[in-house]
C-alpha cells in the first residue's frame, strides 16, 4: 500500500475536524484513502476522497450515509464538529480534498468466510432487499453519467472486450450476451427502478464473528450507489455471494429466496437475472484488465479477477434457460412457465400406455420400488441382472412399472456423481417412469412428432439405444423420451424424420445395448430440450427435484394408468414416533440426525438418496450388506434356526474356524449373542475360576451394558450417571502416552509401575484379584494403543499372581488391526480368555468367549452354560462366513495396506493443521485427537468436525474420555480411494474457521 498521508497527519485532521482522540492505520481502498480508526473506545472508518472528486458526489454519499443513520446495517456518519456530515483540506499539491468519518462495522469480510452455508446466503439476500427498502424512502435521484459499474449502462464494454486478453471462447460468450440483451433493451429499460447499493461484493459485506452461525451484520461502500434496474442489486449480490461455491445455480437461488422474501421479484425480472450475473463478471474482469493496463501499481484493482475468471466459466456453462428456471422457483413461480398450460392441454391428447407398447396391455400394472428403501431391491441393488430378472418374471402376468421422481441408490457409477457444498452426491431422482418389459418389445410414438434426438448412450448405466422425439401440443412443444433401446446406430430413422402416433421406433434393448441394465423402457416426456444435443438427463439431484420435475412432468399425465403408490414414513413422523416410544437415552447421532434405509458395502443411504461413506460402523466389518454373508444368512434361515441341544454341523465348523485363528492353546468356545454377553459370561468364567471377584481394569475401558460389564467398564461407571468405581475392582491409569498421566518417552515403564502398585495393593488390602480385562487398543476410551511391551509385562506380573487375562477383542478382532488377526497379538502375549463380539456377524448379533481348556474345565463346576440364541445355525453360519470373506479377500491385509496409508496421509493434515495433536492406531483402528497448543481436549471442535464431515457425506465419530478424538474404524473394504477421499474432506472442515479458531 502506498502512503500518501502520514498517520500523525490524519489523526490530527481527525482531532480538529471531530473533537475525537485517535490512532489511525491505513486500509485498503480502491481509489480512496481510508483509515481505520481507534479511540479509547470505540473505532472508525476515515475515508480522503481523491484529488478532483465531484463535490456532487460526496455530498450524495454522505447525505446518504447521514439519511441512513436508523439503518442498523450501514454505518452511521459522523458530523463533524460543525454538525457537517464531511470535510475539506488542502493537500501537498494544494488540491481541494474531501473527507468523512463513520462508524466502524466490526466484523470480518464475507470474502474471510469459510464456509458460507445457505442461511448465510439466504439471510445476505433478505439484507440487500432491507437495504433497498431502506434506500426506497431517501429522497435522492442520484444518476452518474456513464458510470462503468451501473448495469444499465453495460454498453461501454462492447467497445473494450475484444481488446482484452481472456481468449477467445470468452470473447465470443460476451459477444452473444450483449447480442442478446440489445434485443431485450426496451423491456430491461421499463424494469422498475430503485437507489441500490451496487456494490455488495465479498469485501463489503460484514459478517459476525460468530464462526459457527455467523450472521450479516453490515455493508459498507456505499459509493456506488445509484439509481438503476432494482434487479441490477440483486443480480451484483448474487455475483459476489456464489464465489467458491460448489454449485453456484444452489448458492445463487438460496440469495435469491432471501431476496425475495422482502421484496417480491416478478417474473419478467427472473429472466434478466442470469445475463446481468454474467454481465457483472465480465465487467469486473474487464475493468481488472484494464486497470492492469493502466493502472498496473494499484493491486486493490484486481483482487477479484482470478476469481471473476473462474466463475465467469463456471456461469457461462450453466444453461441459460435452466438457470432461469431455477430463478422462478426461488421466486415461488412454476420453475417452468409453461407448466400448467401444458398439464391443461394435454388432458385433452388421448395416447396410453397400449400405443406406447401397442398392444392391448391384459398384463396387470404394478408398481415396483427401487427406491433407496426398496426391499424388493437387495444389497447387490440392480447390478445382479439375473437375480433381478428372476424376479420380475415370478409373476409373468404383470408388468412392473414406476419410478417416476423415486429416489434410488442404483445411480452409483461416477457419470452420475457431482461435487456439491454438501460434498459428492449422485444424481438419485428418477425423472421418467421405467416400464420392466422383456428385450425385443416394440416401442412407438406416444404422439405425431419429428426426431430430434437418436443416438447410442455410451456411458456405464446410461441410456443405451436412445430417441427423442418432439411433439406439437397447441401453441407448445413438448418432447418424449424412450430409453434403453436397442442399437440404434442400425436404425432407419435419423433426425428430423416424422413418425406418427403408434408408429414403430424401436425395440427394447438387451443388457449389452441398453446401458447394462435389465431390459425395460425408461419413458420420460420434458416441455424442452434446454440446450441438450445427443442426451437428457433422466435422473436428478434430489435437491433439485423441484425444478427438474416441472421440466419433466409425470409421464402419467399422457400415458393415463391407473397407479397405486404407498407412500413411506418421512423423517419428521419418525422423530415424532421416536420420542413417544424410545427412551431418551437411546440417543442418536449428529446434531440433526439422518434416516437411513439402506447400507451397501462402505456406504449407507438416507432416505433422500444421499450416499454416505462410512468411517465409524466396524461393526459391518465386510461391508454393510455384504452379498455373500446376506446369502449365507438367507440359505440358513430358510432351513433351520435352533438352539445348540442338537447336533449340527455349522456350530462346529464355527469353532473350528475360530480355533484355528488362535493360538492352540485357546481351543475352548462359547457362543453367545453380543460383547456384553461374551464379557459377562468371561466374568464369570474367571470368577468361577479364581474363586473371588475381584477385577483389575483400565480406565477408559468399556466392556458391555450388563450390570457385569459396567461394574468393569470405567468409561461407564465413571461417566455422568454412573454409580462410580465398586470397591471389587482396581482401575489402573489409561496408558496414554499422548496426553495421560505419564506422557513421551519413558511413560510406559511408569504405567507399569501403576500397575505393579495396584497389584501390591490388592494384596495388602487381602484381596485375591480374579482377572484384569484390557482392551487391545482401547477404543471408547479414545484409540489409544498400549505403550510397547506394557501388556506382555502385565501378563508375567498376572501369571506369577494367578490371576486370568481377559483380552477384549470386540472392537479390535477379526483383522481390523491389519498386521495380526487379533489385536493381544500385537502385544506377543496370549491370554487366558478371549471375547468377541461386533465384527463376527458383520450386524448379525453373535459374540463369543474363547478360553483355555482348563478354564472351561473348572468352570464346569455342575451348573449348565446355555445360551437360547447364542451357537444358533443360522448366525454361525453368518459368522463362517465373515471369516470366509476375510480370508478369500485378503482383508486383514487390505486393513494394513489401507490404514498405513490413512495413517500417513492423516500425518501429513497434522503438519498443516495444528489442531491435530496426536494420529495413532493400527490397521484401520485410527484415532485423531483435536487438542490446542497446550494440549488442552477440544470437544466442540471434534463435534464441529463430525458434523460438517456429515453435511459432506462422511460419517464420523468422536470419542475418548474427553471427546476430542475422531476414531476412524471402517468396514475393512475400505480402500486406498476412500482415504483419499476422506481425506480431500478432511482438509476442506480443518481449514474452515472454526476449526481454525484459536
Ligand atoms: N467391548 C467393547 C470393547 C466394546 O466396544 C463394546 C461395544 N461398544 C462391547 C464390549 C459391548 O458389545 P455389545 O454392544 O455388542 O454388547
Redesign the pocket.
Known amino acids: 500500500m502506498k502512503k500518501k498521508f502520514e498517520l500523525q497527519f490524519i489523526e490530527t485532521l481527525v482531532y480538529s475536524n471531530y473533537g475525537i482522540k485517535v490512532k489511525a492505520t491505513q486500509v485498503e481502498g480502491e481509489s480512496d484513502d481510508n483509515f481505520k480508526l481507534n479511540s479509547k473506545n470505540k473505532s472508525y472508518f476515515f475515508k480522503i476522497y481523491p484529488k478532483k472528486t465531484d463535490p456532487k458526489f460526496v455530498k450524495f454519499q454522505t447525505n446518504l450515509l447521514t439519511d441512513l443513520k436508523d439503518y442498523k446495517k450501514a454505518a452511521n456518519n459522523k458530523l463533524t464538529l460543525d454538525k457537517k456530515p464531511y470535510a475539506t483540506f488542502f493537500d501537498k499539491e494544494n488540491e481541494i480534498r474531501y473527507f468523512r468519518m463513520n462508524d466502524w462495522i466490526h466484523g470480518r469480510l464475507w470474502s474471510s468466510v469459510n464456509p458460507i452455508n445457505k442461511n448465510l446466503r439466504h439471510e445476505l439476500g433478505l439484507e440487500s432487499a432491507k437495504l433497498i427498502l431502506k434506500l426506497k424512502k431517501i429522497n435522492s435521484n442520484y444518476l452518474r453519467e456513464d458510470f462503468d459499474w451501473d448495469l444499465s449502462n453495460y454498453l461501454w464494454i462492447d467497445k473494450f472486450y475484444k481488446k482484452i486478453d481472456i481468449g477467445k471462447k470468452r470473447q465470443l460468450i460476451i459477444e452473444n450476451l450483449l447480442l442478446n440483451f440489445k434485443k431485450k433493451q426496451s423491456e430491461y429499460d421499463g424494469l422498475r427502478k430503485n437507489l441500490i447499493h451496487n456494490d455488495l461484493n465479498d469485501n463489503n459485506i460484514i459478517v459476525s464473528e460468530n464462526l459457527k452461525t455467523p450472521n450479516i451484520v453490515g455493508f459498507i461502500d456505499f459509493g456506488d450507489c445509484i439509481k438503476s434496474q432494482l434487479i441490477n442489486e440483486l443480480a451484483v449480490t448474487c455475483t459476489y455471494g456464489i464465489i467458491d461455491s460448489m454449485n453456484l445455480l444452489e448458492s445463487a437461488c438460496e440469495i435469491i429466496k432471501g431476496f425475495n422474501s422482502e421484496i417480491k421479484i416478478s417474473e419478467i425480472e427472473t429472466e434478466f437475472l442470469y445475463e446481468l450475473i454474467l454481465l457483472r463478471i465480465s465487467i469486473s474482469i474487464l475493468k481488472s484488465s484494464l486497470n492492469e493496463k493502466y493502472n498496473p501499481g494499484n493491486k486493490y484493482l484486481q483482487v477479484s479477477k482470478d476469481d471473476m475468471l473462474l466463475i465467469f466459466d463456471k456461469w457461462a456453462d450453466i444453461n441459460q434457460e435452466l438457470a432461469t428456471y431455477f430463478f422462478r422457483n426461488a421466486c415461488g413461480f412454476t420453475p417452468t412457465p409453461h407448466e400448467k398450460n401444458f398439464k391443461k392441454l394435454i388432458g385433452k391428447k388421448k395416447s396410453s400406455i397400449n400405443i406406447l407398447f401397442n398392444k392391448n396391455e391384459t398384463n396387470k400394472l404394478e408398481n415396483l420400488d427401487l427406491s433407496v428403501s426398496s426391499k424388493w431391491l437387495s444389497s447387490d441393488l440392480i447390478n445382479d441382472i439375473s437375480s433381478f430378472e428372476k424376479k420380475i418374471n415370478q409373476k409373468p402376468f404383470s408388468t412392473f412399472f414406476g419410478g417416476y421422481l423415486e429416489t434410488r441408490a442404483v445411480y452409483d457409477s461416477s457419470d452420475y456423481e457431482v461435487l456439491t457444498e454438501r460434498g459428492f452426491e449422485n444424481r438419485t431422482t428418477h425423472l421418467g417412469i421405467d416400464f420392466w418389459v422383456n428385450e425385443k418389445t416394440s416401442i412407438n410414438s406416444i404422439e405425431d412428432g419429428i426426431i430430434k434426438i437418436i443416438t447410442n448412450d455410451k456411458t456405464s448405466k446410461g441410456y443405451g439405444g436412445l430417441i427423442i422425439i418432439e411433439h406439437n401440443l397447441g401453441s407448445l412443444k413438448f418432447y418424449s423420451l424412450y430409453g434403453h433401446l436397442t442399437d440404434q446406430k442400425k436404425s432407419k430413422l435419423k433426425v428430423g424424420d416424422f413418425v406418427e402416433k403408434g408408429e414403430k421406433i424401436a425395440e427394447i434393448g438387451s443388457v449389452k445395448e441398453n446401458g447394462g441394465w435389465s431390459p425395460h423402457l425408461h419413458f420420460q416426456i420434458m416441455l424442452t430440450l434446454l440446450d441438450y444435443k445427443n442426451d437428457f438427463p433422466g435422473v436428478c439431484l434430489e435437491s433439485e427435484k423441484k425444478v427438474w420435475s416441472s421440466i419433466c412432468p409425470n409421464p402419467n399425465l399422457i400415458l393415463n394408468f391407473d397407479v397405486n403408490i404407498n407412500t413411506k414414513f418421512d423423517e419428521d413422523e419418525l422423530k415424532i414416533s421416536r420420542k413417544k416410544y424410545l427412551p431418551r437415552n437411546l440417543k442418536l447421532s449428529y446434531n440433526s440426525p439422518i434416516y437411513i434405509v439402506r447400507g451397501f458395502n462402505q456406504y449407507l443411504y438416507s432416505n433422500k438418496g444421499k450416499k454416505y461413506l462410512d468411517t465409524v460402523n466396524n461393526?459391518a466389518h465386510v461391508g454393510h450388506q455384504n452379498i455373500n454373508v446376506l446369502k449365507a444368512a438367507k440359505d440358513q434361515i430358510g432351513v433351520l434356526n435352533t438352539n445348540t441341544r442338537y447336533l449340527h454341523d455349522e456350530i462346529i465348523s464355527l469353532s473350528k474356524n475360530l480355533a484355528a485363528k488362535f493360538p492352540k492353546k485357546l481351543s475352548k468356545i462359547y457362543l453367545v449373542?453380543?460383547?456384553?454377553?461374551?464379557?459377562e459370561l468371561a466374568i464369570r468364567i474367571s470368577n468361577v475360576n479364581r474363586n473371588c471377584e475381584n477385577f483389575i481394569v483400565m480406565q477408559g475401558?468399556?466392556?458391555?451394558?450388563?450390570n457385569k460389564?459396567i461394574e468393569v467398564?470405567n468409561y461407564k461407571y465413571n461417566s455422568k450417571g454412573g454409580s462410580g468405581k465398586a470397591s471389587n475392582v482396581f482401575e489402573i491409569p489409561m496408558p496414554d502416552e499422548f496426553r495421560g498421566k505419564y506422557r513421551g518417552k519413558g511413560a510406559g515403564k511408569k504405567y507399569f509401575i501403576e500397575f505393579e502398585k495396584i497389584i501390591s495393593k490388592a494384596k495388602k488390602a487381602n484381596k485375591k484379584i480374579s482377572a484384569m480385562i484390557v482392551?487391545p487398543i482401547i477404543?471408547?476410551g479414545g484409540q489409544i494403543e498400549l505403550p510397547e511391551k506394557f501388556l506382555k509385562k502385565c501378563k508375567k506380573i498376572l501369571n506369577r499372581e494367578n490371576i486370568l487375562l481377559i483380552v477384549?477383542?470386540?472392537?479390535?478382532g477379526f483383522g481390523r488391526v491389519g498386521e495380526k488377526f487379533w489385536g493381544f497379538q500385537l502385544h506377543d502375549v496370549i491370554p487366558d480368555i478371549v471375547?468377541l463380539?461386533?465384527p463376527m456377524g458383520n450386524g448379525h448379533?453373535i459374540?463369543a468367549v474363547v478360553c483355555t481348556a482348563e478354564i472351561s474345565k473348572k468352570f464346569d463346576n455342575g451348573l449348565e452354560f446355555f445360551s437360547s440364541f447364542g451357537g444358533n445355525p443360522v448366525s454361525c453360519r453368518i459368522a463362517n462366513e465373515v471369516i470366509r470373506e476375510i480370508d478369500s479377500r485378503n482383508l486383514q491385509k487390505n486393513a494394513l495396506k489401507t490404514g498405513k496409508f490413512l495413517v500417513s496421509e492423516l500425518k501429513k493434515l497434522a503438519k498443516k493443521y495444528s489442531i491435530i495433536g496426536n494420529v495413532r492406531g493400527r490397521g484401520l483402528f485410527i484415532g485423531l485427537e483435536l487438542v490446542d497448543q497446550n494440549l488442552i481436549p477440544e470437544m466442540d471442535k471434534a463435534i464441529y468436525l463430525v458434523n460438517r464431515m456429515k453435511e459432506l457425506g462422511v460419517l464420523m465419530s468422536n470419542d475418548g474420555l474427553d471427546k476430542n478424538v475422531i476414531k476412524i474404524k471402517p468396514p475393512i473394504i475400505f480402500s486406498i480411494d476412500d482415504s483419499k477421499r476422506l481425506i480431500m474432506l478432511l482438509d476442506k472442515v480443518m481449514a474452515e474457521d472454526y476449526m481454525q479458531l484459536n
Do not use: F, L, M, R
Open positions: 461393526i449373542n453380543s460383547g456384553s454377553e461374551a464379557n475401558g468399556y466392556h458391555g451394558n450388563t460389564t467398564s482392551e477404543s471408547c477384549d477383542e470386540v472392537q479390535t471375547t463380539g461386533k448379533p459374540g
